[in-house]
């Protein structure tokens, strides 16, 4: 009986996890490719229209986010990480030349 009640509590609790969603180009995201791009921009070192986003990967309830983001041959990995999005958005974006 114990058993069957520790398999029914971590089905239960595997539900509530937090899973991945891969999304390409913004589908589904909180921002679109425009945002993307202005948040790269000043950190990459390249105008937004000159940026390309791709790879975007987002959690559930958006509480950190990564993407790529290219221009100019050189490939950069971004991400976001939000602190308080309920009762104080605020968040930190980073960006970080691809290792070739």
């Not at 679109?32 to 975007?56: F, H, K, R, T």
């Not at 958005?89 to 070739?100: E, H, V």
Request: glycine share 4%; hydrophobic share 35%; with cysteine.
């Amino acid at each position: 009986m114990r058993t069957i009640f520790t398999f029914i509590a971590l089905t239960f609790l595997s539900a509530c996890t937090l899973h991945p969603t891969t999304e390409v180009a913004s589908v589904n995201s909180n921002y679109d490719e425009a945002d993307y791009q202005v948040q790269s921009a000043g950190l990459i070192g390249c105008a937004p229209d000159d940026i390309a986003i791709s790879n975007i990967v987002s959690l559930t309830f958006g509480s950190s986010e990564a993407w790529q983001a290219s221009c100019k041959k050189q490939r950069f990995y971004c991400s976001r990480i939000v602190e308080d999005h309920r009762t104080n958005y605020t968040s930190q974006i980073a960006c970080t030349k691809a290792m070739d």
